[in-house]
């Protein structure tokens, strides 16, 4: 009797493990049916023959070409400014005027003493090689040019003193110095030649001649006086500061009454007639571009309004540190539309491609090291390899494996599969099919 029931047993579990696979195999064909009539929703484009263009973009500020730093190269007070920040100035303008009323003392001395050293040395002239001469004139003449020459050592002696003050205390430059003793080496020169010259005077008051060896020294006298004029003159021009073109003040550094030293900043000007774009390009662009090239520059305080510069200077020896060169972009501003400062944004088309077959680059995927995008063909997705070239942001060259016009799927779910049906929905990406 047990026997039987285990028998039995055993039948019925045989018969469940039946029954449990026949409705396995048919829920797997009954979804493989259904799976051959769904269709998976997507989005598509068509591929389409366009030009792409391969570009950089770089930020910096407009400055202006023309502009200039005016520094002091004189120990004087400024006496008057004429000019305040963002004034319209012409060229040629008088900016600043220092005051000149000691160089101007010295330019009259320096004129006497020139117009003096050329009467001796005419008077010497015509009366060489040895001539009767009026000995009480002579003497005369000479004790005069020993008065003039003793004044103008105390003076140089009292300036050099006063410059040796001021540059242990480190307010001029060692030229200006160097200067004050070379006006000083002089003014001792003219006062001994003027003593040996009353000295032979005196001499001559017995002999009365003079010999021919006096116009050498006389002539030389001369020189150093006419150098020592030139010198203040020139001095005398760096109390004035000149607009050297048309264009506004930048900057004023000054006030009327202070004391400028060699060096320091008085004023500033520039012209934004023309501007340039000043930005650092990574050195893996540096060479797909030239001078002259037309570049697109826009400004964010402009509405993003675009202007063409070119391309006017490459800075040959780039920043090791950030891996880039200095380039620089002209811009004709002559409406001065572009303030100096504003921030910029420079387009750099590298190169163009075109009449090229593109897609969507998100609709371009990778598997296995190669490439692929989803074509429809007959609701049905087909999945083809494509070789891709140049790619920007959006778009996608297609080299080979698809053609123009061909309907590229953009937007699909993980699972699509080839072969798989597929049923296209408009879209940001696609169309309606």
Do not use: C
Request: aromatic share 6%; hydrophobic share 40%.
């Amino acid at each position: 009797m047990k026997k039987k029931i285990v028998y039995l047993i055993g039948i019925l579990l045989v018969l469940l493990v039946v029954i449990r696979i026949s409705l396995s195999i048919k829920e797997k064909i009954n979804k493989k049916n259904i799976r051959a009539f769904e269709k998976t929703v997507v989005q598509v484009t068509p591929a389409l023959i366009t030009d792409l263009t391969d570009s950089v973009e770089l930020t910096g500020s407009a400055q202006p070409i023309l502009k200039t730093t005016f520094s002091s190269k004189i120990i004087a007070k400024v006496k008057e400014i004429y000019v305040n920040e963002g004034d319209k100035v012409e060229k040629d303008a008088l900016l600043l005027l220092m005051e000149d009323s000691d160089l101007t003392a010295q330019e009259h001395q320096s004129i006497a003493s020139v117009s003096a050293a050329k009467a001796r040395l005419q008077q010497s002239i015509e009366r060489s090689p040895i001539t009767q001469i009026q000995t009480k004139g002579s003497l005369d003449q000479a004790k005069a040019n020993l008065r003039s020459s003793e004044s103008s050592f105390d003076n140089a002696k009292k300036n050099l003193e006063r410059q040796k003050k001021l540059f242990q205390e480190g307010y001029i430059s060692q030229q200006i110095l160097d200067n004050a003793e070379n006006q000083y080496q002089i003014a001792k020169s003219q006062l001994l030649n003027s003593k040996s010259i009353l000295k032979g005077a005196k001499a001559n008051l017995s002999q009365n001649i003079i010999q021919e060896e006096d116009v050498s020294a006389l002539s030389n006298q001369l020189k150093q006086a006419q150098a020592n004029l030139e010198y203040i003159k020139t001095q005398i021009e760096q109390t004035k500061i000149i607009a050297p073109y048309s264009g506004y003040i930048t900057g004023r550094f000054v006030d009327p009454g202070a004391l400028a030293s060699p060096g320091a900043e008085l004023l500033s000007i520039a012209n934004p007639d023309t501007v340039w774009v000043e930005i650092m390009l990574p050195e893996e662009y540096i060479n797909k571009i030239t001078l002259g090239k037309i570049v697109t520059i826009t400004f964010d305080a402009l509405d993003s309004k675009s202007f063409n510069g070119k391309i006017v200077q490459i800075n040959p020896g780039g920043d090791s540190k950030n891996l880039s060169f200095k380039i620089r972009i002209a811009i004709p501003n002559s409406n001065h539309t572009i303030k100096v400062g504003m921030f910029a944004r420079a387009k750099i088309v590298l190169k163009k491609y075109k009449n090229v077959v593109t897609v969507p680059k998100d609709a371009v995927f990778e598997d296995q090291n190669k490439k692929w995008v989803f074509v429809v063909n007959a609701d049905k997705a087909n999945l083809r390899e494509v070789s891709t070239g140049f790619s920007d942001s959006v778009m996608s060259e297609i080299k080979s494996g698809i053609k123009a016009q061909e309907m590229i799927i953009t937007l699909r779910p993980t699972t699509l599969k080839d072969g798989d049906s597929v049923k296209i929905e408009l879209g940001e990406k696609g169309l309606k099919h």
